[in-house]
């Protein structure tokens, strides 16, 4: 019997391996976690789920918000709990914790620099709660500290089917709004954009890595783009309707290179190219508004929104600011546009992330980023030996595009799993392993002992 056990300390049983397997499995245990790790790390993805549907309802829902609010708060407490126990400070630094351990370093500075002057009790809460522009995002580098292995990847592909079944719920409860035909109304485009960037957009990840995934999983992948896309293009979102079309393509051409059961690559196929092609038609101006679902799509698929916040933004930084930033709650001038929501035209954020990270840190910033994200891809992609890594970094990779037409540098799950993704690119452990046993781990039951 090809039986190989894992010592109690690593905290699995007994798995079956085929015998040809069995010495390279020895030469990675490491990679499996001890039992309390394991539940620190449930810990902190529990507590990451829980913290993004509760910022989500008490955004969107408008009722009820104090309960959802204690909800984030009992969230963010257990998050720090579980960072304090999983975060290893090694002296001995790696390349890239090292420059974590920089990066980190300038975002305490980018708040210590920060304009709290006006600060009251409105921007204090901001400050805590605010996933989008708030002080939580700059923690985020502390997952590069981390111990990625396998059991981490897996618990991160359960976490992300929650999220997908909550926006799945979400979307049919709220349809009315969803699908509210009034293209301006704020609260539609609110409740689109925040289900999905903080419950649908992690499952990308899902549809990289496809073939590890059960037939349920596989499923729910698929429901999930194109529900994105169908309200994408309702609600007439480009940048939304560009993520899940790159997304849907990637994940074709890979399960076309990696699987010999085609039914699904039909599907990814037809949805993948129905975006493209849409996409294709509105950059070329052709005439889709003909069919009225389509209609909101088309009037804006060519509509600048964009160009004179940041003609504004060029004028009001200095050369000092573009190279170390205003620091946090960094403001800039830009009277005439949403000056409902801005008073006196005063703007703390632009809705172009990569301009947003030098209005806060400047280029410095900027470039810290891709000193930790470039090298990763790299790796992932050409010194790996299993498609899991290789999809890692086409994720890291595509986060670094999706910067510029979209505001992803939030504190989401799906932004986790990019730093998370990095951290598993620069693991050699995981780098070299198979494709064979990572379908044995993924579709086994491996489960933690007493």
């Given at each position: 019997?090809?039986?190989l056990s894992f010592s109690r300390s690593m905290g699995f049983l007994t798995k079956t391996f085929?015998?040809?397997?069995?010495?390279?499995?020895?030469?990675?245990?490491?990679?499996?976690?001890?039992?309390?790790?394991a539940i620190y790390l449930l810990l902190f993805f529990s507590s990451l789920v829980g913290l993004c549907i509760g910022y989500v309802f008490s955004v969107t829902t408008f009722s009820m918000s104090s309960i959802y609010q204690a909800v984030q708060l009992l969230c963010i407490l257990l998050l720090f709990y579980s960072f304090t126990k999983l975060v290893k400070v090694n002296f001995?630094?790696?390349?890239?914790?090292?420059?974590?351990?920089?990066?980190?370093?300038?975002?305490?500075?980018?708040?210590?620099?920060?304009?709290y002057s006006d600060?009251?009790?409105?921007?204090?809460?901001?400050?805590?709660?605010?996933?989008?522009?708030?002080?939580?995002?700059?923690?985020?580098?502390?997952?590069?500290?981390?111990?990625?292995n396998m059991y981490t990847v897996k618990r991160i592909f359960d976490a992300v089917i929650v999220l997908?079944?909550?926006?799945?719920?979400?979307?049919?409860?709220?349809?009315?709004?969803?699908?509210?035909?009034?293209?301006?109304?704020?609260i539609s485009l609110g409740t689109a954009e925040n289900y999905f960037k903080y419950l649908a957009l992690p499952i990308g990840i899902l549809a990289f890595n496809f073939r590890l995934l059960n037939k349920k999983s596989q499923i729910l992948v698929l429901l999930v783009l194109l529900t994105i896309?169908?309200?994408?293009?309702?609600?007439?979102?480009?940048?939304?309707?560009?993520?899940?079309?790159?997304?849907?393509?990637?994940?074709?051409?890979s399960y076309y290179l990696t699987s010999s059961r085609k039914v699904y690559l039909v599907l990814f196929s037809m949805y993948g190219l129905f975006a493209?092609?849409?996409?294709?038609?509105?950059?070329?101006?052709?005439?889709?508004?003909?069919i009225s679902f389509f209609e909101n799509i088309s009037e804006r698929g060519l509509e600048d929104t964009r160009s004179n916040v940041e003609d504004c933004f060029r004028r009001d930084m200095s050369t000092y600011d573009w190279v170390f930033g205003k620091g946090y709650n960094g403001v800039y001038k830009c009277p005439g546009i949403d000056d409902s929501i801005f008073k006196k035209g005063i703007r703390k954020v632009i809705e172009t992330d990569y301009l947003q990270l030098i209005m806060n840190g400047g280029f410095v910033n900027v470039v810290l980023i891709f000193l930790i994200m470039v090298p990763a891809i790299i790796l992932g992609l050409f010194y790996s030996k299993n498609n899991m890594t290789r999809a890692f970094a086409i994720w890291v990779m595509l986060w670094l595009i999706y910067l510029y037409p979209a505001n992803v540098y939030s504190f989401s799950f799906y932004h986790i799993t990019v730093w998370i993704s990095a951290a598993a690119c620069y693991n050699r452990q995981l780098r070299n392993l198979t494709d064979s046993m990572l379908q044995i781990y993924f579709k086994g039951k491996l489960t933690l002992t007493d």
């Open positions: 019997m090809h039986i085929p015998l040809e397997f069995q010495d390279k499995i020895e030469g990675v245990k490491h990679l499996f976690p001890t039992k309390s790790y001995a630094f790696s390349y890239y914790r090292m420059m974590g351990f920089l990066y980190l370093a300038w975002q305490v500075i980018i708040l210590a620099r920060g304009d600060m009251d009790y409105m921007g204090v809460k901001q400050l805590i709660f605010d996933l989008n522009y708030g002080g939580l995002n700059f923690l985020i580098p502390l997952v590069l500290f981390f111990d990625v997908a079944v909550t926006y799945l719920i979400c979307v049919v409860i709220n349809s009315a709004v969803l699908f509210n035909g009034d293209l301006t109304n704020v896309g169908l309200v994408a293009i309702f609600r007439a979102r480009r940048g939304m309707l560009f993520i899940v079309s790159s997304i849907t393509m990637y994940a074709s051409i493209l092609l849409l996409l294709g038609m509105i950059t070329k101006g052709k005439e889709i508004e003909e």
